[in-house]
């Protein structure tokens, strides 16, 4: 099975690009046109699996504002008009989106998935960034924390294929990653919930309470995974069917821990699982003082709040951390975090105030209704 990227390469540069120089050159020179945004192949995951929904050619074309308005409807119309049947043996056209799973058709009124758009739109519907601030230069940081991070991946992703005004290759590269104060609030929030879940693994198997020991202990490995993505600046995958791929290919930590965090999951002995965290979090803690430049923090003594079932107290861990974060995010609550990291945290959610905060969302419009309401030649944006 061909791989969605080359696939996708080889149908813009070979198919696309052709047709735009023949019909409209106009806007040959001001445009770009990359495979980012939704799907396993974006990732570079794709498989046999992938094809049960949109699999196949697909490219996303970047017009200005100015030329969306003025050549959208024309570019659309005109490649529906010109592209091919089939390129390298996989169908063009798809079922239309707005019925159902979009799957590949001969028929010739099937929809292409080449959405034509603009940054500032892209931004809006996976960054949730309004016009104005893809303009500015840089973000506040607390805007930051409303970014979600799997959006944040959909868009550093994938490939551009084509960029000749350099926006887009701009817009990537400025969010390559998080800005440093954000990054390091991010892994304080990380180890303020891990060092919750793991005195909770002890307790509840002391207890007899085995489903909440066992859910505890996968809620650190979770916490585990993410501290591991963070600490290889990579952003980590919001949907878990990709974790594990995703993981893996983490240049540091994830070939030497995931093993041992796999074994975790599957530990017989659920009261002897605390023990098995300790040298993880001793790499996990170097490697974080050393890549954040921090000192060493004493943490290996007994918490606080002291149970005899949890030998490491965290907090020192976090409280070096806070040290080192300046400007607005400084004085902020650490238990909070980022936005996609405490939205299921029943930690917060157990409070009614946290709960009227987020009333708002049931105003909000269906993005995916929104997104199929729109014209042809935005679906499958």
């Known amino acids: 099975m061909v791989q969605s990227l080359e696939l996708n390469r080889a149908y813009y540069h070979d198919c696309i690009a052709k047709i735009l120089a023949d019909h409209c050159p106009e806007i040959v020179q001001r445009h770009a046109a990359a495979l980012i945004g939704w799907g396993s192949e974006v990732l570079g995951n794709d498989d046999e699996f992938s094809k049960i929904y949109g699999w196949g050619p697909r490219v996303v074309l970047f017009l200005t504002p100015e030329d969306l308005a003025q050549w959208g409807h024309k570019v659309a119309d005109m490649l529906h008009r010109h592209v091919p049947s089939e ?3 996989q169908p063009t056209r798809f079922t239309d989106p707005t019925t159902g799973p979009p799957t590949p058709t001969l028929e010739p009124g099937g929809v ?4 034509i758009t603009t940054c500032a739109r892209f931004a809006r519907l996976y960054l949730g960034l309004e016009e104005v601030e893809v303009a500015q230069s840089t973000l506040p940081s607390r805007r930051w924390l409303l970014i979600p991070e799997d959006g944040l991946l959909r868009l550093t992703a994938g490939e551009v294929f084509h960029d000749s005004v350099g926006t887009l290759t701009q817009w990537r590269d400025a969010f390559r990653y998080f800005p440093d104060d954000v990054w390091r609030y991010r892994l304080a929030y990380q180890w303020t919930m891990l060092s919750w879940d793991i005195d909770l693994i002890g307790l509840c198997a002391h207890r007899g309470d085995t489903l909440a020991a ?13 501290l591991i993505f963070l600490l290889n600046r990579v952003y980590k995958p919001g949907y878990p069917k990709w974790l594990h791929r995703q993981f893996y290919k983490l240049p540091h930590l994830a070939a030497d821990l995931g093993p041992d965090l796999e074994t975790l999951l599957a530990f017989d002995d659920v009261k002897a699982s605390t ?14 003082c050393h890549c954040a430049d921090l000192p060493t923090p004493d943490y290996k003594k007994s918490p606080h709040l002291d149970r005899g079932f949890f030998a490491y107290d965290l907090q020192p861990v976090i409280d070096t951390l806070r040290a080192t974060i300046h400007g607005e995010l400084h004085d902020l609550p650490f238990k909070i975090g980022a936005m996609d990291q405490w939205v299921g945290d029943q930690s917060l959610l157990m409070w009614p105030v946290h709960l009227q905060v987020l009333a708002g969302i049931y105003d909000c419009e269906d993005p995916v209704a929104a997104i199929f309401r729109r014209n042809d030649f935005e679906h499958f944006l």
């Not at 202990?217 to 993410?226: I, N, W």
């Not at 023990?275 to 974080?288: E, K």
């Open 87 to 89: 390129i390298l043996g």
């Open 112 to 115: 292409l998935q080449i959405p």
């Open 214 to 226: 066992r859910v505890n202990l996968a809620r650190s490995v979770e916490r585990l995974v993410g």
């Open 275 to 288: 023990a098995r965290l300790y040298p993880i979090l001793d790499t996990l803690i170097t490697l974080q």
